[in-house]
């Protein structure tokens, strides 16, 4: 089973950027979209930012231009550029793919912005 892993994550003051990537353990086929979600302590897990297979994009209100997803030509890695982060960005952030109608996830990455 294809495996998607997160990196990029850390800790940055607010204002800082980070750049998130998400690989794919071996080739995917049937990818209908790519996403990334993130999820606060206490908190559910929240849509930030996809790409769809025709190359649309959506984003969550609260990235307010700050982030942008994008993705190789071949599904190998998308990544999520955030930009202006606030500590209320501060969470662990999940790559998800839809495959043929089916969900899968990574193990997340925790980005933390603090003073």
């Known amino acids: 089973q294809v495996q998607l892993v997160e990196s990029g994550g850390g800790s940055v003051q607010p204002g800082e950027s980070l750049r998130l990537s998400c690989a794919r353990s071996?080739?995917?086929?049937?990818?209908?979209?790519m996403a990334w979600y993130r999820q606060a302590p206490g908190k559910q897990r929240e849509f930030v930012a996809g790409i769809t297979h025709g190359a649309n994009f959506k984003y969550a209100d609260f990235v307010e231009g700050r982030f942008t997803i994008s993705r190789d030509i071949n599904w190998n890695t998308v990544n999520l550029q955030m930009n202006n982060l606030k500590p209320e960005d501060t969470a662990v952030y999940y790559c998800?793919?839809?495959?043929?109608?089916?969900?899968?996830w990574g193990q997340g990455t925790q980005v933390t912005v603090s003073s």
């Open positions: 998800s793919a839809n495959i043929r109608g089916a969900t899968i």
């Open positions: 071996r080739s995917i086929y049937g990818v209908n979209s």
